[in-house]
């Protein structure tokens, strides 16, 4: 039996009070954040464990917004579509392909635009962006600034426990340099990413996972500089059958690891991505995790150096946030699952849809429904993010940037409307939800 200690009963300091708190600032806490303020709640406390807002899109380095059309459609807007436009405003802040060319099967575009990974699909353009890390982290910050007081950003505290009256969640226990806190609030929207909040609230969840499965895998990703990505790109696309039966075989080889050389907003840096099948939900797979690509990434380094466009590539910077791609998923009122990424299933409560990331498996928009974010065990909850309920194979195909900011906006905006209509966020007026949800710009089924 493992030892234990026991630790004594503590009466804690209140730090602040909330209408709304939101836990973790990726993009779906960012977005519940500013969703719920432009709805109309008064006062909105996000919490974030470390110095900057935006979760793995800025402290990842995951740099790739994608999927945001499907076809000649978009399917994705809202505040998603508002930081690329936000961004493009930057020199260098943003690459994507004009919202005009969605859909278009011009060769010569497809040519330009193929180097880029997911910026087309199926024959056609796809509306998808590259940002800068550093720039967006002004941008998210900004956002908030702009809610003119109502939402107070906390960060350097670790969430480290629910405050709970039975079922209901009050609040949360804070770990700061300040020391332990409470932090209590009325409603509670969990985006975490990996559903700390629900899971010290004693919520049920699964986190299974296979090894197949791309959420089963953790990341280090790490910035190079001096590289001439189109011209590595180019050599690629005239060699990729080389490419496949040697240089990625032997890449993975010398580090022992997934790993490949991605674009970014800029030519001449790429996105070095990883993958280790680890949990992060284990202390010691995250510490091995990033040292052992930091141990290899000078060795891999020399090694593409002798790829065109690589000579001069030198050591950026490692992300300063393990790349976490999946892990609790919460039991919810309603479970995302198989059936319904390979059926055109509709919903009362749908409050996005997801484009097709993956033509073989699925080839028609998928509906998400409110009920995924609303635990079974747990009430003044919203669970959102990746940790939403859902199966492994459906949180795969459904748990990327645009679908997580989408989710946070909806639990922003449910959250303030369920504290405006004096309902719980389970019962919250989901036609109005829809309505508040499209005037924010986010693109519903009719
Ligand atoms: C290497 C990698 C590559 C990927 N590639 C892509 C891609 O190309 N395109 C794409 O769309 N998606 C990609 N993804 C997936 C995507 O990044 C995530 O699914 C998405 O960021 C999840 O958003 P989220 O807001 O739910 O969680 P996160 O982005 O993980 O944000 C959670 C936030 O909560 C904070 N937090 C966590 N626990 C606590 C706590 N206890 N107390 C306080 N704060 C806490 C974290 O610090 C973080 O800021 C990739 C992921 C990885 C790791």
Redesign the pocket.
């Known amino acids: 039996m493992a030892k234990t200690i026991s630790e004594p009963e503590r009466i804690l300091p209140v730090f602040d009070e909330a209408d709304i708190l939101v ?7 960012h977005s519940a954040a500013v969703a719920a303020s432009r709805a109309g709640a008064k006062k909105v406390i996000l ?4 110095n900057h807002l ?4 800025t ?2 380095f ?1 740099m ?3 999927h945001l059309s499907y076809k000649n459609k978009q399917v994705i807007a809202g505040l998603q579509q508002e930081w690329i436009d936000r961004m493009r405003k930057f020199e260098n802040g943003c690459v994507s392909p004009d919202a005009k060319d969605i859909g278009s099967t011009d060769p010569e575009l497809l040519k330009h635009w193929s180097s880029y990974f ?1 910026f087309t699909q199926g024959g056609c353009i796809n509306l998808s962006a590259y940002l800068d890390p550093e720039m967006l982290k002004v941008v998210l910050d900004e956002m908030i600034e702009e809610e003119n007081g109502r939402i107070v950003p906390y960060m350097q ?4 426990g629910a405050i709970m009256d039975g079922r209901n969640v009050r609040g949360i226990i804070i770990e700061s340099k300040e020391g332990r806190k409470a932090i209590t609030a009325k409603v509670v929207i969990d ?4 559903g ?1 909040i629900a899971a010290f609230a004693g919520c049920s969840y699964d986190d299974s996972t296979d090894p197949s499965l791309r959420i089963s895998n953790l ?1 280090c ?1 790490y910035r190079l500089a001096g590289v001439d990505f189109r011209k590595f790109a180019d050599w690629k696309s005239a060699n990729m059958e080389l490419w496949n039966k040697k240089y990625r075989n032997e890449m993975r080889d010398l580090v022992g690891y997934g790993i490949s050389l991605n674009a970014t907003n800029r030519n001449d840096q790429c996105w070095v ?1 990883t993958t280790q099948i680890r949990s992060c939900m284990k202390v010691k797979d995250l510490t091995d995790n990033d040292r052992s690509v930091r141990l290899s990434a000078l060795k891999f380094i020399d090694y593409i150096k002798r790829l065109p466009g690589m000579e001069n590539a030198y050591l950026l910077d490692f992300a300063p ?1 393990t ?3 999946g892990s609790r998923r919460i039991k919810g009122e309603y479970t995302l699952d198989k059936k319904d990424i390979s059926s055109e299933l509709k919903h009362e409560d749908t409050i996005f849809t997801v484009a097709p990331f993956l033509y073989e498996t699925c080839d028609h928009p998928m509906e998400i429904p409110y009920r995924v974010m609303v635990p079974l065990d747990a009430e003044n909850l919203l669970v959102t ?3 939403f309920s859902s199966d492994m194979v459906a949180n795969d195909a459904a ?4 679908h ?1 900011a989408c989710l ?1 906006q909806a639990a922003g905006v449910a959250a303030a409307i369920s504290l405006q209509d004096g309902n719980s966020v389970r019962k919250v007026d989901v036609k109005k939800l829809q309505k508040v949800l499209r005037e924010q710009n986010v693109y519903l089924p009719e």
């Not at 935006?54 to 899109?57: C, T």
């Not at 985006?191 to 990996?194: L, M, N």
């Open positions: 836990v973790g600032s990726g993009p779906a806490g919490v974030e464990r470390f935006g979760g793995m899109v402290g990842g995951v790739l917004i994608p997911g505290c670790w969430a480290s985006a975490t990413g990996d700390d990341a990703c991505n946030q790349g976490t791609r993010g990746r940790a748990n990327l940037v645009p997580c946070g």
